[in-house]
Structure formats: structure tokens, C-alpha cells
């Protein structure tokens, strides 16, 4: 038995002493606060709260203290991500002002900021994808992985997407590693962009599709492969299982037939069930 504790500890000496995830959580949380409160008084421009902003920094610090032991890189780091805050509050901006144009539903920005569960997948997207380019990469798939939590729509850091994104619904989406999207998208839910093979040697290549400026893509399509692209101005219908490239300026869509019931008897029996 004292063998087993001592390979355990043997492994456990080689791993990195990696915050708690509450922690992690909290921060996107105050992030998200600081960020996104008061927007209507400052929409455009990066709230000016510097008290709380030392706040984050201290956070983020202290979870960054436990990825590297170097504490000037610890604070190179963190420097990096807080100077690149305010494009990334600019993006997400213009993705909730393009989730508001599109979506009748919504009646303000302030109830897409607060309340639209693809606004908020987008936000974490945006901070996870800068956190996946400072090579915090495990970092960012927890950053990932909470908005996946709150929101099940699962967006992986390493995609690329550009602005004006909307994701109206969401529960569902998939979004993989090596996906690339253009400016003006927009995804119901359901949604899969995702790999035509899983096989591991392959995870270094492009895998997922690309998806080109101004394309709509309706409830639960599935898109798959590296090689696939999907033109610009396109509209991709409910339910499409794709897995082949389309042109610019095209509509893919499953064509229904309905049949009506008439007096003439079934050619053939009808099973069912409830």
C-alpha cells in the first residue's frame, strides 16, 4: 500500500499546482462584471474603474502565480492580457450590437450583455482566445470550459472568429479547435463545426471548417471537416449534415416532402409510436 501512496506522489511531483477552479471561475465572473456594468454610460469605451481593475490584476495574478514560478513572467503575463482588454471589449461589443440588430426578440444591448447566454459564451470565447495566444493554453480551456458550464455551448479557444459575431439560442453548439469563421456569422442552435476524423495524429492539422464572411447557419446543421468551406453570403438550412465545400452566395437546405391524407388507403401500413 505505501508503494502505491509513493507513485502517486512521484506523479504528482512532475504536475503543475494548478489554482482551484472556483477561483478561475470568480475571476471571469468579476471580469465580466467590471467589464460589462454601466455600459449604456460608457458604451464604446473601456470603463474607467481603476480600483477595480487592481482588483482583477491581484485575481489574476494569484492564479498565474501557479503556472509558472517565474514571478516576473507571472507578471509579463498579466500585463499582456490587461493592455489587450480593450480591443477584446470592443469586439464583444460589436458582437452584442450584431446579436441585438439581428434578434427581434431582444429589446436593449443591456438585455443582450445581461441576460443573452450567447453573448456571454462570445465574451469568454474572446478572453480565452487571448489567454490561448500568450500560451496559457490550459488556462484558456478552463476559461472555456466554464462558459461551456453555463451556458452548454462549448467554443474552443484555439477557433478563430472574427467580428460581429451572433449566436442567437446557442444550447448545443459546438465550436472546434482549428474552426475559422469570418466577420458577420451568425449560428442557431445545435450547431457542430466540427472534425470528420478524431484519430489523434491528426491533431496538429486543420480539422474543423471554415466558415466565410456574412453566412447564416440555422438549428442543429452539422459541418464537418478542414477541407470544408462554407462561401460568403451563404445560408445553411436546419438539420444540413455537410461535409463538402460550398460556393459563395449559396442556400443548402434538406427539401421536405409532405404527403396528404386522403381517402385512398396507404400503400402501405404505418408504424408509430408515441
Known amino acids: 500500500?505505501?508503494?502505491?501512496?509513493?507513485?502517486?506522489?512521484?506523479?504528482?511531483?512532475?504536475?503543475?499546482?494548478?489554482?482551484?477552479?472556483?477561483?478561475i471561475h470568480q475571476f471571469i465572473e468579476d471580469l465580466f462584471s467590471v467589464l460589462f456594468s454601466n455600459t449604456s454610460k460608457s458604451f464604446g469605451h473601456l470603463p474607467i474603474i481603476e480600483h477595480k481593475f487592481e482588483v482583477l490584476e491581484?485575481?489574476?495574478?494569484?492564479?498565474?502565480?501557479?503556472?509558472t514560478s517565474d514571478k516576473n513572467e507571472s507578471l509579463k503575463q498579466s500585463?499582456?492580457?490587461?493592455?489587450?482588454?480593450?480591443?477584446?471589449?470592443?469586439?464583444?461589443?460589436?458582437?452584442?450590437?450584431?446579436i441585438y440588430a439581428k434578434d427581434p426578440a431582444a429589446k436593449s444591448i443591456e438585455e443582450v450583455l445581461y441576460a443573452y447566454p450567447g453573448f456571454f459564451a462570445i465574451a469568454v470565447y474572446r478572453f480565452s482566445n487571448q489567454l490561448w495566444h500568450q500560451d496559457l493554453r490550459l488556462l484558456a480551456r478552463t476559461f472555456s470550459e466554464y462558459a461551456h458550464i453555463k451556458t452548454s455551448i462549448e467554443i474552443h479557444p484555439g477557433a478563430q472568429i472574427g467580428d460581429e459575431f451572433a449566436i442567437d439560442h446557442g444550447t448545443g453548439i459546438v465550436i472546434g479547435e482549428t474552426t475559422i469563421i469570418g466577420n458577420n456569422?451568425?449560428?442557431y442552435q445545435g450547431v457542430t463545426l466540427g472534425a470528420l476524423s478524431v484519430k489523434k495524429e491528426e491533431a496538429f492539422i486543420k480539422r474543423h471548417p471554415t466558415i466565410e464572411d456574412n453566412v447564416v447557419i440555422y438549428a442543429n446543421s452539422t459541418i464537418l471537416g478542414g477541407q470544408t468551406i462554407v462561401g460568403k453570403d451563404s445560408i445553411i438550412g436546419g438539420n444540413v449534415w455537410l461535409t463538402y465545400s460550398v460556393p459563395s452566395n449559396s442556400v443548402v437546405y434538406h427539401k421536405n416532402e409532405m404527403k396528404v391524407k386522403d381517402n385512398n388507403p396507404f400503400p402501405e401500413p404505418i408504424f408509430y409510436s408515441i
Request: hydrophobic share 40%.
Open 185 to 187: 456569422v451568425q449560428i
Open 79 to 98: 500585463i499582456t492580457f490587461f493592455k489587450a482588454l480593450p480591443e477584446l471589449y470592443r469586439k464583444t461589443l460589436n458582437d452584442a450590437e450584431t
Open 1 to 23: 500500500m505505501n508503494s502505491f501512496y509513493q507513485e502517486i506522489a512521484k506523479k504528482h511531483q512532475s504536475l503543475l499546482i494548478l489554482p482551484q477552479k472556483k477561483d
Open 58 to 67: 491581484k485575481e489574476f495574478n494569484e492564479i498565474l502565480r501557479n503556472y
